[in-house]
Structures are given as C-alpha cells and as structure tokens.
C-alpha cells in the first residue's frame, strides 16, 4: 500500500472499531503519560505492556491472527525509553536544584550588608549555574540519543509485534519509512488539532477526545500497517 492508501486503511479500521480504538486510545495515553511521571520504572511498564496492547488492538480490528515476540519488543522499546527517561529526570533534577538555588540565593541577598560579599555570592552562583547548564545539556543530549535509537529500532519495534522480527535489530532503511509514514500523518494531524484547539472554551476538550479516540490509533495502525507490508 500506499502512504494514502495505509492512511485510509488505518482511519477506515478505527470507524469500524469505534470501542475498541477509544479503550486503545485511553490505555496508549496512560502508558505514554508514565514515561514522564514515574522515571524509570515508566519506560518499563511502557515498553512491557504497549506491545501486548498494540497486538491486542491490531487483532481486533483486523481480525488477523499474528505471533508477537514480546521479548524483542520490550527490548526494542526498554532501550531508547530509558535513555528518554533518565534524560528527563537529569533535566528536572537540574530544573529544581535551580529553584532551590534560586530560593537560597534571594535568603543571602536580603541579609548581604556590603558589597564585596554581594560579588562573593555572585562568584559562587555563577558556579553553581555553570554546572546547572552542563546537566541540561547532558539531559538533551541523551534525550536526543535515545530518540535516534528508537526511531533506528522502529521497525524491530513493529515487525517483533507483529512477528516478523525476532531479534533485536536494526534495519535504517525499513526503520526511516515507517518513520516518514508516522511522521507526516503526526504533522497533519498536529496542525488539524492546532486549529481546533483555539476554539473558546471547548478547544482544548476536542483536542484531548480526538487524540484519544483517532489520532492515537491511527499513528499505531500506521506504523503496524506499513511494518506488514515491509
């Protein structure tokens, strides 16, 4: 198929599955939202259980009977999850030691009587934020790193779901089409979603139930679609 004809397969699918799109929706968003509350111990449970619910939704709403390797899966995704995670919790530990910071600097301030201990206290904060900014940096560029491995394990993601892969691997070029399919679809819907969202009042509603009930499968759809084909 197509990048249309899978965009059309996959919106088709969701129209003739409106439960089980909205429980995989509701599930996929609670999934994605521990890879960001819990530090670690979320992109585990991510990569453990997204795979068992993509099969799960991809088989009902195909009907198709598949052979998951769950081992590959988690694997595939436990990776660059971790790597997204430990970049995340380096970056708001960072972000809070500034507000701690930031709090013990206005206490000195309020009770420095001379100039010379304000430079002091300059001098010493300069220091500090020096290595504030180094942990941020750090924090990026291992979010960055682990987003380059995943988009890298797409398909062994994808095709270890639906059976086709069962080792860990990488396939760049396999890897980069699926990404191409996903990521155009995401922007469209983005910019659809952008629009809808300066609604007063209901905007930000309509936004969340769309997400939840189209855009959220159609992105897993896509990628399990095209990862057949391949």
Do not use: C
Request: charged fraction near 10%.
């Amino acid at each position: 198929m197509g990048l249309l004809e899978t965009y059309k397969k996959s919106i088709d699918l969701i129209k003739d599955h409106i439960i089980e799109s909205l429980i995989f929706g509701i599930l996929f968003y609670i999934l994605w939202s521990l890879l960001f509350l819990l530090p670690l111990l979320g992109a585990v449970i991510f990569s453990y259980f997204y795979p068992r619910l993509a099969n799960w939704y991809y088989t009902k709403v195909t009907g198709e009977n598949i052979n998951p390797d769950y081992k590959t899966s988690f694997l595939s995704l436990l990776i660059p999850n971790l790597l997204f995670s430990i970049g995340i919790t380096i970056i708001l530990a960072v972000l809070v030691s500034i507000l701690i910071q930031l709090g013990s600097t206005f206490s000195n301030i309020l009770n420095i009587n001379n100039l010379q201990q304000l430079i002091l206290l300059g001098l010493s904060n300069f220091h500090t934020f020096t290595y504030v900014l180094l942990g941020i940096i750090i924090g990026i560029i291992i979010i960055i790193v682990g987003g380059i491995i995943w988009l890298l394990l797409l398909y062994s993601i994808y095709g270890s779901i639906l059976g086709k892969v069962n080792k860990l691997l990488i396939d760049a070029e396999k890897s980069l089409t699926l990404f191409a399919y996903w990521l155009l679809f995401y922007i469209i819907a983005d910019i659809i979603l952008l629009i809808i969202g300066k609604i007063p009042l209901l905007g930000n509603i309509i936004v969340i139930i769309l997400n939840i009930m189209i855009v959220y499968p159609a992105l897993n759809l896509i990628l399990l679609l095209k990862a057949k084909e391949l």
